[in-house]
């Protein structure tokens, strides 16, 4: 009878518990917790978030309810059982006073980062940008991004964000690579997919790794002690930072205090598109503000006419007015700037704009090309003249504190843009970097692994997917031939790391351009490697992979792995891009010839006693080794031979 009381008493104090009414006050759900969100899948889903503590709250899911109180340091998080994909469903986050989130799904959740060739969007003009834009309409693919921040401290909460169905209207400045990787996956799986979106142009891995973590080399943890060291007399980082940030908010604060368009007869001329430390002397190294304003004629026939303003891309915000009205605004400097006029603002004769841009670091100004700025009407380009000459101010407002545009010091983005999403689960990582270690590949021997550990680590869920990109084929200009080669070998040798997976991507890079504009290759390839390592597909997921050497004779046979059907080129074209040296280390390239499906065989007339083999070792190789799927082989080396890291 005891028992079956104290049975009756648990159940009962169960029961009042969750018939208790939410009394939590001032509830906010982290920022992540939006309209559109997707929840992972298959896995226990904490929603947290903040209010004034002591008070008890509620979340409710598809009848899971689930009850916490606030903690004393006005935290809370509720951890709802497990679902399989689907929806969409309400989730409902109850206080005093009641928050619902429409239209929420389950399904899984991937986080791209990395540096720009991850941040590059749609409309930055990948390969068909206009019609892939065009024909983006997935409402199971959702899509949030992380904005830049940097931070010395980890920090819990986003600045901003929210989720957004996939659409042509929420893709064109979301990352390429990421969309094209989401949609080939959700298209493979069926389910929702939500695509986590945190990268920022021209960083370093150490940058994305936690301190913890990064101090575990002796020469980042050097960094982070000068970075907090203030014994030199100069503002600290985080005092310029704070200094640019307060600058900024008091430059918008006076925006409303200025009369649109300027008085700008006494201003100098630049000629449009172009970078200003380019042009003017006076502005070299400049950051901060500059105006742009430009007076043009329209015939009386497009008066009151809808009319779309294209500026190309802007480096790094701006905001535009057409005759002192507002028509836009935009962050991010490889994102084309399209704002739509309202008929009324426009008038046959003179009309003015105005735009306000905003460099934070490096190079700042109009950096796209001439034939992007331009009016059209219903897509037809119009003929005033929008490139040329510009007036222009910088006096409006100070310059800033200087900072590097791209934060390279360790854990700056980890702190901002990774800690804020924990514990948020997700179903694996796809990264796309290491430009900017190029010059320490040995280094990022190490601090690539330790990367991928230190955020397994912290998330907690086991060792997830985690896919890379291995750096396409470039010429660096000023960078020592081995950087590159050498970079992309560490890469390859991260493999080891239990489930991972590697796009190679050095047949689709360009000569003179960092951000080679074929992303739809690359997502493919990062999709092909998640339907493996993610989801146990038995498929060719990579190109071919060097196994073994062995040398016969006069000739030297290398073995590969990931073949398909068979290593494969194209029928009239010789094999390319290997190089073979004996003890003495000089190299001599030479042509290979497929033996079997595995196989490779060199023979090298100058070298009677083949030491090693390179294939593919150069910044912009010219290889052509794929396998039956049609996917290029990776560049490797056979030898060892020691070459010490060489910065730039």
Same mark, same amino acid.
């Given at each position: ?26 509830? &906010? ?11 992972? +899948? ?14 008890? !709250? ?33 989730? !409902? ?84 690579? *990421? ?13 929702? !997919? ?20 990064? +101090? ?12 907090? %060291? ?11 930072? &704070? ?160 900072? %590097? ?70 010429? *660096? ?53 998640? $339907?493996?390592?993610?989801?146990? &597909? ?6 071919? !992979?060097?196994?073994?050497? $062995? ?33 003495? +280390? ?63």
């Amino acid at each position: 009878m005891k028992i079956q009381n104290a049975f009756i008493l648990g159940l009962t104090s169960i029961v009042l518990m969750h018939c208790q009414s939410p009394t939590a006050t001032q509830v &906010e759900p982290h920022q992540l917790f939006t309209d559109n969100a997707v929840l992972q +899948r298959d896995i226990e889903m904490p929603v947290w978030g903040t209010a004034d503590p002591g008070g008890s !709250i509620e979340v409710e899911i598809n009848g899971q309810v689930e009850q916490t109180k606030v903690s004393e340091d006005s935290s809370w998080q509720v951890n709802l059982a497990a679902m399989e994909a689907g929806g969409p469903y309400q989730l !409902i986050i109850r206080g005093e006073e009641e928050i619902k989130l429409e239209n929420v799904m389950v399904g899984d959740v991937w986080l791209a980062s990395g540096q720009s060739n991850m941040e590059w969007p749609l409309s930055a003009e990948v390969d068909n940008y206009e019609e892939e834009i065009a024909n983006a309409n997935y409402p199971n693919i959702r899509l949030f991004t992380v904005y830049r921040n940097t931070s010395l401290e980890p920090l819990n909460q986003l600045d901003s964000g929210s989720w957004q169905q996939c659409s042509p209207e929420t893709v064109a400045n979301f990352s390429a690579v *990421a969309y094209f990787f989401g949609r080939e996956i959700q298209q493979e799986q069926d389910i929702p !997919i939500g695509l986590l979106h945190s990268s920022w142009g021209g960083t370093t891995a150490e940058a994305w790794v936690s301190e913890a973590s990064v +101090r575990q080399m002796e020469d980042f943890s050097a960094m982070l002690d000068s970075l907090r %060291s203030e014994e030199s007399g100069e503002l600290s980082f985080a005092e310029k930072q &704070e200094l640019k940030d307060k600058t900024i908010v008091q430059a918008d604060a006076r925006l409303s205090e200025i009369t649109l368009p300027l008085e700008d007869q006494d201003w100098p001329t630049m000629e449009l598109p172009t970078l200003w430390e380019t042009t003017d002397p006076s502005l070299e190294g400049f950051d901060g503000y500059v105006w742009f304003q430009k007076t043009f004629t329209l015939p009386q026939s497009y008066e009151n006419q809808p009319l779309t303003l294209h500026l190309g891309a802007i480096d790094d915000a701006d905001i535009t007015w057409v005759n002192g009205q507002k028509v836009g605004e935009t962050a991010g400097y490889n994102v084309l700037r399209t704002y739509e006029i309202p008929p009324q603002l426009l008038k046959g004769g003179e009309n003015t704009i105005t735009v306000r841009v905003l460099d934070t670091g490096g190079g700042g100004g109009f950096s796209g090309s001439a034939d992007k700025m331009y009016l059209a009407r219903d897509g037809q380009q119009l003929s005033a003249d929008i490139a040329g000459e510009w007036k222009y101010d910088q006096n409006q407002e100070g310059d800033f504190p200087k900072i %590097s545009p791209y934060p390279q010091e360790p854990t700056l983005l980890y702190n901002a843009m990774i800690n804020p999403l924990l514990p948020y689960p997700i179903k694996g990582v796809i990264w796309y970097q290491g430009e900017s270690n190029a010059g320490r590949a040995q280094q990022y021997q190490t601090l690539f692994p330790l990367l991928i550990d230190d955020w397994r680590s912290h998330w907690s869920i086991g060792d997830f997917p985690f896919l890379f990109v291995q750096l396409a084929s470039f010429i *660096a200009p000023g960078s020592h031939p081995e950087n590159w080669p050498r970079l992309r070998e560490a890469q390859l040798m991260t493999l080891s790391l239990p489930n991972t997976g590697m796009a190679v991507a050095i047949d689709i890079g360009d000569s003179i351009d960092i951000h080679p504009r074929n992303k739809q290759d690359v997502g493919s390839r990062l999709a092909l490697a998640a $339907r493996k390592v993610a989801y146990g &597909e038995e498929n060719v997921y990579s190109g071919p !992979i060097y196994e073994s050497m $062995r040398v016969a004779d006069d000739s030297v046979i290398l073995t590969f792995e990931q073949v398909g059907e068979g290593l494969f080129k194209m029928p009239d074209e010789k094999l390319r891009g290997f190089e073979v040296a004996g003890e003495d +280390r000089q190299f001599y390239q030479t042509q290979a010839t497929i033996i079997s499906d595995t196989e490779v065989s060199i023979k090298v007339p100058e070298v009677s006693r083949p030491a090693a083999v390179r294939y593919g070792w150069r910044s912009y190789p010219d290889v052509n080794l794929y396998n039956s799927e049609g996917l290029p082989a990776s560049p490797f080396r056979t030898d060892d031979w020691e070459v010490p890291d060489i910065e730039g």
